[in-house]
Structures are given as structure tokens and as C-alpha cells.
């Protein structure tokens, strides 16, 4: 008689509320007997078990802080290495019950180009939310990844200093840092804030190196029958992936406004200034919602990025950090000896309110610093400028006179390298200068253009760097001044005692008009 084949087909599959997933894994025997005839054992090919998945967090980890009290979009991540290689099987987010809406996930390489998105559904109210991606995304040991998620209402996890004793490590996966960007749609995040953690997680498997045992059949001496054709097994059908569903945008909520600070007094109104920069074409972007800070912020990462932030505090590049970015960013700076301090940064789209207070000092201390579209204002000085420095298309104005201050709106004590070109710098009465070149206490004073200015006030408007019988010609060289606007808002010269210190060589001071006034077009001598 013969016997049926057997086919047993087991399967593992754990609960997704406990994460730790097999794959589905087909072991099972094969027996064949025939009747007094032949008998022949054999073991059907195993595959090899997948690792069951792991992540950063615990399956029952909860934050401390589950809801964050903003309530703007945000795109909210986490930057990870991948100490073995494997896969990316999905995103998971910790999810308050007051993040509510569409979310949508994404894996990004470390240079922000987009591996796979995925859209969340069946999310529960609160609790840890978990989506896959159509299909697995590999990733190498070694590589650095970001994995995030979109929400349009805010409400997110945050539990700042989360990092602050460095990275997060679980066996296969080393969290470097949290990150976001705001915005109303999926973007790459790359903003951090106080060491914060924003229990973002993946879903990952390991590769796994254990090969399938090969099948060895034994054979038993008896006398062999007629061959009866095994039956073959139906294949047990590999599952088709389901594509991904289309995103449905839901509409970004009306921002709750940012809590304005005590209202600084009246400025000083501008002169006509046709196309020099003014406050609406500086600072903050318009229509940008930006997330209230506070407390002093020290950044030691090259590349860093700080932007869409309301921050009452000050900020500082550690030595040797480069290539730091602030953009779209209020800084409330009563108390800071500078807003910004630091060398290797790009500064653009920026507010500094200095509130006034006489603690302050600049709003801006910098070398190779590019400056622009900078709003500065109730400060002692707008920017203190060294070697290697941009500065454009900014207002500088209403600096914060008192009886010992000594104001420029921008001032250098020896630079090589500086260009300041298309700014508004209004010195009101009781200030220094709009713009001061100094060798007192310098080496030298080399490479500077101060070029297409709208300037007024001060002593004089402008300190020139050089200026016969007083400063030390050795220590001056190409030095321009050329092509600016000096208006008579304060002074009918524009600074109190006149325009300029010094037309003696070397400088070259060229092409400078008066922006208004009885001489109004023409050429300040």
C-alpha cells in the first residue's frame, strides 16, 4: 500500500504588538514508503531562518514626554548607524493621542536622498504605530541612515537630553541623534534641538550567514519495484507585496501663533531706500511657523543645521565645528554677550532682538561667516566682523544707546578678507559709526569692500581704515569704499562730524552718493 506523501508546512508568526518577527519558514519531512519494497527517507530543504527584527527602542518603551505641547507639521526623525548589514522592513513612531492625521514614513540615505515611504493606517489612539515599506530596503554595516515621519498637528514625542551622554545602541542599530524640519509635507530633517529624542524607530533584520543544511538521502537494500511517480507538493504561493498607498495630504491646521515677546520700542523710520534692504526684506521668512525655544544653545556638530526656530537665548559654534547653518530663526538675546558667536557659519534670514539689554555686546561675532538678509536691532553693536566675512543684503539699525556704549552697526578690529555690500546700517545719534575699520589694536587691515551701502549716522558714517597722521599706513592695504549712499536721516553730513575719515590712499573711494538730502544724487566728496 502506499502511502500518501506528507507535507507539513509550519509557520511563525509572532504578534506585531510584540515586533519580534520570523519568517515564515517551511521545514517539514518528506516520507515515502513502498509496500514491501523499497523504503527511502528524505529531508526537505530547510531555509534558513531569518533573525527576528529588532530596533532602536524596546516594544514597550514610552517616552516621557509623549506630547509635545507644539502643534505645528513637522517632519520629526532619527539619525542611525547600522553596525551590521540587513534590512529595513518599515518605520515606527511613538504616537501621544493628540497627534492626530495622516502620517507618513520615510527612509533616507545620510545625504538626504529617499529610499522608501510608506503611508500609516489602522493606527491605534496612542502607543507605539508601526508601518512597512512595499518592499525590504537593504542597508549596509558601516552606513549612516535617517528614519522619520511626517505629522500635520504636532502633538509629537519629545524627551529632550535624550542624547546628550551620546549615541543610543541596541544590538544591531546605534541612534546618533534626533532630528526635524518643520514644513507642511515630507522633508528630509536635518535640525536638532537639546539632545532631544523623538522615538522615531525601524523595523530591521539582520542579514543572516547560516546556510541551509543539505539534504542527504539513505538508501536501503531491497529489491527495487516498478517506480510509482512521487506526487509534487503544491508550492505554497510566496506572497505578493500590496503597493503602497497613495499618500492623502491632509490639510496643515492654521498655525497657533508664536508668543511675542514684550514689544520693542518704535524704530527709528528708514530713509527712502528704493531697493536697500528694509525690515520686510530681512529676517524671518514671511508665513513661517516657528517652534518656541528658550535657553542658551551651544552647537559642536559640523554641518548643523538650526532654522525654523523662535529662540530667547544665545547661540555658540564650539572651536573647530565648520559648516554650521542658521536660517529663518528669531533670537530674543537679552542677557547674550553676542546672539551669535562663532567662526565657519551661514547666517541668513535671521532676527536678533538684543531687548535693550546693556549685557549685550553684538549680535553677531564671526569669522569665514556669511551673513545675509540679517535683521538686527536693540543691540551695543550689529556685527563684530574678523577675517573672511560676507555680509549682504542686511538692516542693521536702532542699536541700544547708553551712556558708556561705543555703537557701530558694523565694526572690524583688523580683518583680511571682508566684504559688506547691499546693506542698510542706520546709526542713530549717540552712536560711533555705521561701519568702523580699525588698526589700533590690530595687525592689519586688507581685502575689504564696503560696496552698495545705504548708510547714515554715527561720528562718521564710516571709519576708513586709514586715515593720515593717526593710523599706521603699513597695516593698510586695498582697501574700497565705493559706490554706497549716505543719507541725511540724522545729520545733514550723515554722520555727525561727516561721511567718511579717510579718502587718503590707500583706499579707493569711489562712486558715492548722497541718497537724499539738498545734494541728493550727487557725489559725497
Not at 496612542?126 to 525590504?136: H, K, L, N, R, Y
Request: glycine share 10%.
Amino acid at each position: 500500500m502506499l502511502k500518501h506523501t506528507q507535507i507539513n508546512v509550519q509557520k511563525l508568526e509572532i504578534s506585531p504588538n510584540k515586533r519580534r518577527r520570523a519568517a515564515k519558514v517551511a521545514a517539514g519531512a518528506v516520507a515515502v514508503t513502498l509496500a514491501g519494497a523499497l523504503s527511502f527517507a528524505a529531508t526537505a530543504n530547510s531555509a534558513s531562518a531569518a533573525e527576528p527584527t529588532t530596533g532602536i527602542y524596546a516594544t514597550d518603551a514610552v517616552p516621557s514626554v509623549p506630547a509635545d505641547r507644539d502643534r505645528s507639521a513637522v517632519e520629526l526623525g532619527v539619525d542611525f548607524t547600522a553596525l551590521k548589514s540587513g534590512s529595513i522592513l518599515g518605520i515606527r513612531y511613538f504616537k501621544s493621542s493628540t497627534n492626530t492625521g495622516a502620517h507618513v514614513g520615510t527612509l533616507w540615505t545620510a545625504g538626504g536622498t529617499k529610499l522608501a515611504t510608506a503611508t500609516f493606517t489602522n493606527e491605534s489612539n496612542s502607543g507605539w504605530q508601526e508601518v512597512d515599506f512595499a518592499q525590504p530596503v537593504a542597508i549596509a554595516a558601516g552606513a549612516s541612515y535617517v528614519a522619520s515621519y511626517h505629522t500635520n498637528t504636532g502633538h509629537y514625542a519629545d524627551v529632550e537630553k535624550a542624547f546628550a551622554n551620546g549615541p543610543i545602541t541596541n544590538g544591531s542599530l546605534k541612534a546618533t541623534a534626533g532630528v526635524y524640519v518643520y514644513g507642511s509635507g515630507t522633508a528630509f530633517p536635518v535640525s536638532t534641538w537639546n539632545a532631544s529624542s523623538y522615538y522615531v524607530d525601524v523595523v530591521f533584520q539582520g542579514s543572516s550567514s547560516a546556510p541551509a543544511p543539505t539534504p542527504t538521502p539513505t538508501p536501503v537494500a531491497t529489491p527495487a519495484p516498478t517506480p510509482v511517480p512521487t506526487p509534487v507538493p503544491t508550492p505554497v504561493a510566496t506572497p505578493v507585496p500590496t503597493p503602497k498607498p497613495t499618500a492623502v495630504p491632509t490639510p496643515a491646521p492654521t498655525p497657533v501663533p508664536t508668543p511675542v515677546p514684550t514689544p520693542v520700542p518704535t524704530p527709528t523710520p528708514a530713509p527712502a531706500t528704493g531697493a536697500f534692504p528694509t525690515a520686510a526684506s530681512t529676517g524671518v521668512l514671511p508665513g513661517s511657523t516657528l517652534k518656541v525655544m528658550s535657553g542658551n544653545t551651544r552647537i559642536s556638530t559640523s554641518g548643523y543645521v538650526l532654522q525654523n526656530v523662535d529662540l530667547t537665548g544665545c547661540i555658540s559654534i564650539a572651536d573647530g565645528t565648520t559648516n554650521v547653518t542658521i536660517k529663518n530663526v528669531l533670537i530674543h538675546g537679552a542677557g547674550c554677550m553676542w546672539a551669535i558667536q562663532g567662526d565657519n557659519v551661514q547666517i541668513s534670514h535671521v532676527e536678533i532682538d538684543g531687548q535693550n539689554d546693556a549685557r549685550n555686546d553684538a549680535g553677531i561675532a564671526c569669522s569665514a561667516c556669511t551673513v545675509s538678509n540679517v535683521n538686527i536691532h536693540n543691540t551695543i553693536d550689529g556685527i563684530k566682523a574678523n577675517d573672511n566675512t560676507t555680509i549682504t543684503d542686511s538692516y542693521i539699525h536702532d542699536l541700544n544707546v547708553t551712556s558708556t556704549s561705543h555703537n557701530d552697526g558694523i565694526q572690524s578690529l583688523g580683518t583680511t578678507s571682508l566684504t559688506i555690500d547691499h546693506n542698510t546700517i542706520l546709526s542713530e545719534p549717540g552712536t560711533t559709526s555705521a561701519i568702523i575699520l580699525s588698526t589700533g589694536s590690530s595687525t592689519n587691515m586688507r581685502n575689504v569692500t564696503i560696496s552698495n551701502n545705504l548708510l547714515a549716522g554715527g561720528g562718521w558714517t564710516v571709519y576708513g581704515g586709514y586715515r593720515a597722521g593717526t593710523d599706521d599706513l603699513s597695516k593698510i592695504s586695498n582697501i574700497k569704499i565705493i559706490n554706497n549712499s549716505f543719507s541725511t536721516t540724522f545729520y545733514g553730513k550723515s554722520g555727525y562730524y561727516g561721511p567718511l575719515t579717510s579718502t587718503d590712499t590707500p583706499d579707493v573711494v569711489s562712486g558715492n552718493v548722497w541718497a537724499d538730502g539738498p545734494n541728493a544724487g550727487k557725489s559725497v566728496g
